[in-house]
C-alpha cells in the first residue's frame, strides 16, 4: 500500500470521499460508515487495489473491463448519483481531478502490466 501510484491514491481518497457523503447525507453516518457503507468502502478499495491499469485508469464508469459485480455497480452508481454534485462544493479539487480522469476514455496498461503479458 505504501507503493502506491499518486492516481491510485486520489481515487481511493476520491471514492471515501464519495462514499462518506453519501453515508451522511442518507443514512445519518455523522460518527462514520454504516456497516452497508463500510463494505461498500472495503470492496471499492479492493477493486481499486486490483485494477489491471493501475496509474492509466480511466474512471471506473469509462473503463472496458468492469470488475464490480453488477449489484455492487449499482450501489456506487447510487453513491455518484448522490455525491457528485455534492463533491463540487465539499471536495471541490477531487471533483475536478475527477472529472479530468474521465475525459481520458481509454484506459492505458500500465508498463509492467503490459510487460508481463507480452511474456506469457
Do not use: W
Request: contains cysteine.
Amino acid at each position: 500500500m505504501d507503493d502506491v501510484h499518486p492516481r491510485i491514491a486520489r481515487e481511493r481518497r476520491t471514492v471515501k470521499a464519495m462514499i462518506r457523503l453519501t453515508c451522511e447525507g442518507e443514512h445519518g453516518g455523522e460518527d462514520g460508515l454504516c456497516p452497508e457503507c463500510d463494505a461498500l468502502l472495503d470492496y471499492a478499495l479492493e477493486r481499486l487495489e486490483r485494477c489491471p491499469f493501475q496509474q492509466g485508469k480511466t474512471t471506473c464508469a469509462d473503463c472496458p473491463i468492469h470488475c464490480y459485480h453488477p449489484s455492487k455497480r449499482e450501489e456506487i452508481r447510487a453513491v455518484m448519483r448522490y455525491a457528485g454534485p455534492r463533491m463540487l462544493i465539499r471536495h471541490p479539487i477531487l471533483a475536478v481531478r475527477h472529472i479530468i480522469d474521465g475525459l481520458r476514455k481509454q484506459p492505458i496498461q500500465s508498463r509492467d502490466k503490459a510487460q508481463g503479458s507480452e511474456q506469457n
